[in-house]
């Protein structure tokens, strides 16, 4: 895939709200951590790596049950325990992010990078993968700090950074899922965001080699309601919600797809459909940053105050 890049829009910037910090590592994933048998590796079934039990269960805490209080708790221990995983410092750095603690995103992605480059020298896929994204999480530190007009030129210079990194991982094992699953989730957030670019490549990617489903279905979702293609990112939501039917975000994921297409459709019992999801989503709302909950009460607020409007 030949990348060109938007002038703003990098790894976790990229209309973050949309790809929830999970998303930049959003742009991180899971299918066997649903299977205890695999309890070190939440991305392969074979060729495992010893990724460590307490940065999986962090891991788990937010993607499969997008419990952030939990995942905080568990951090700690983690970092203690399995200091030399990148995975561990680039989640941590998501979350910095997600609290707006702009101090910590840029301490735990220059983490990311010194783990990532002492892995390269015994494992070069994820070395190299890891070295992108703590490159990534470089040029969201320079976008929170100068903006995006200020910050753009050196963000381009991290971005070429990310993927020369991934090339290179890519070259080690093209097929492998975790970085299928994070080369996805980047491919498709520069897709929908580009008028000239074809999503449809990044979607093979992840359907084809990513892994685990529901963090593929649930990207899969993401891009088609950006797309305006709310029936395929419904479908790819319920998928996501069968496998991680305890995660708020996925009711919150869901409630966006129905409001968007209650307003296309001007359906009223369709936005009342969102509003219950909105209001599922907030039933595990202590669980959830507080930005993320003041941000799903105000869709909520919205969508309700909207329905007596549609259908006239």
Do not use: C, W
């Not at 209309?15 to 939440?42: E, G, Q, S």
């Not at 020298?121 to 040029?139: P, S």
């Not at 907030?282 to 007596?308: C, F, H, M, Y």
Request: proline share 5%.
């Amino acid at each position: 895939m030949t990348h060109k890049f938007p002038d703003s829009k990098l790894f976790l910037p990229i209309k973050l709200k949309k790809f929830p910090a999970t998303v930049f590592t959003a742009a991180i994933l899971l299918v066997t951590a649903l299977n205890p048998v695999f309890a070190a590796d939440p991305f392969r079934t074979k060729d495992q790596r010893n990724i460590g039990n307490n940065t999986e269960a962090v891991f788990n805490a937010v993607f499969l049950k997008g419990d952030y209080q939990t995942a905080n708790s568990l951090l700690e221990q983690a970092l203690t325990t399995e200091a030399n995983e990148p995975l561990l410092y680039a989640m941590r750095a998501s979350l910095a992010y997600t609290n707006k603690d702009i101090a910590g995103l840029e301490s735990y992605s220059q983490q990311t990078l010194k783990a990532a480059e002492k892995l390269m020298e015994t494992d070069k896929l994820r070395g190299n993968l890891y070295a992108a994204v703590g490159e990534f999480l470089g040029g969201a530190v320079i976008l929170s700090r100068q903006g995006t007009v200020n910050g753009a030129p050196q963000a381009l210079s991290k971005l070429r950074k990310v993927y020369e990194y991934l090339d290179k991982a890519e070259a080690v094992s093209p097929q492998d899922p975790e970085l299928n699953l994070i080369k996805g989730y980047m491919d498709l957030m520069l897709a929908v965001n580009l008028p000239f670019a074809d999503p449809a490549q990044a979607i093979q990617r992840l359907e084809k080699n990513a892994a685990p489903t529901y963090l593929v279905d649930r990207g899969i979702a993401i891009a088609y309601r950006d797309m305006k293609q709310y029936p395929k990112a419904l479908d790819y939501a319920e998928k996501a919600l069968k496998a991680t039917s305890e995660n708020p975000e996925i009711y919150y994921l869901k409630a966006q797809i129905l409001r968007e297409k209650a307003k296309k459709d001007k359906n009223p019992q369709l936005m009342r459909d969102a509003v219950n999801h909105f209001d599922k989503a907030l039933t595990k709302k202590n669980q959830l940053p507080a930005g993320l909950v003041k941000q799903i009460e105000r869709e909520r607020g919205n969508a309700d105050k909207s329905i007596n409007n549609l259908g006239k």
